[in-house]
């Protein structure tokens, strides 16, 4: 891990005035904010402006989360200064107690190899073939379990001390090819729960739907579906839990049942913590206590599209997922599934011959 960035040296409450003049936004403005400015005399710190002010409450929610470092483990600290943009200062303006925030600027090492921009986590959502055409270098399946280790470690860290971020997805985290560390953005929206829970395409929780708040269940979703697409390399969900391998790669196969019960359970309550998470992607087992949470049928995986396995198993072979709870009552699967095509035309074939059979003995028995 790179050393975290310096002490803000103002206080914890600032005026718009105390910063200005602001550099030019580094950000278009999407979401919450109006922009994203460097702070002229304050190098490596950022002012994040805010669309709508906030009230009072917003205000003491922000300022809990600036303190939360200075309150907490020395180890849960240090993941916040140098995995997070975690706010240190709160922005006000006239009568406004938010204004916006000041955050750290992410680290040049989570920029990309050869451009201007951040390497967001969205591009661990490709293929090995992918990364190999467009000439970047291939993670490899341990950079990826290492990566999302550390990811689920700021996730852990939040679900500990009962904070929900909601915001888990492909552009809100970038990471390093060199020493697979992670820098989640955003991050000044996250609360004691529950709070609002964001609009993501193809983020949903199925068993939080909206008008609902996002929860921490609504979290482990999230961040189990994201850790899936990034091991698998792929971003559609049926193809990533069908590329999902049995194991680890060290033959520990708690990861692979562990992000199904998160992504498959049928009880929200019953999906793991991120600490069961975080422990399987560390090597530790993954220990139930009492009888598994009931699970949803994995969706088929589409048959056009190539298995591409990249943690655990072997690359390009496609993982056997045929169990009972996959096929359907009738017990026809889909294009080369047992149960499939393939069986009905052995059936008929055999029927066939059956037949040619018994019309042969019949008439040997009657010339006799």
Known sequence: MAEMTGTWPLPAVVTLDDLE????????????STGIHPIEDQPSWLAKLYRTPGDHSEAT???ELIALPGGIAADDSTTLGTSTSWPVARITKGDNPVHGCVIPAAPDRFRQDSAEGFREIDTLARTTDSFARQKLRVPSRSDRLRICRNLVLVAELLERHKLVYSDWSYSNAFWCHDDASVFVIDIDGCGPGPVPNIVQPNWDDPLTQRPNKADACTDRFRVALLVTRCLTGQRDLAVALNDLAESDGLGNRGLREVLLDILLSEDRERRPSMAELGTVLAGGLYARFGSPPARSPIPARPASVPSTTVVGGTPGKNVNWNTPATTSSAGNGGPGEPGGPQRETVFI???????????TIVLIANNV
């Open 21 to 32: 003049p602001l550099k030019k936004t580094i950000s278009a403005g999407a979401g919450q």
């Open 349 to 359: 074939v055999a029927f066939f011959v059956i037949v040619v059979l018994l019309i």
């Open 61 to 63: 929610r922000l300022d």
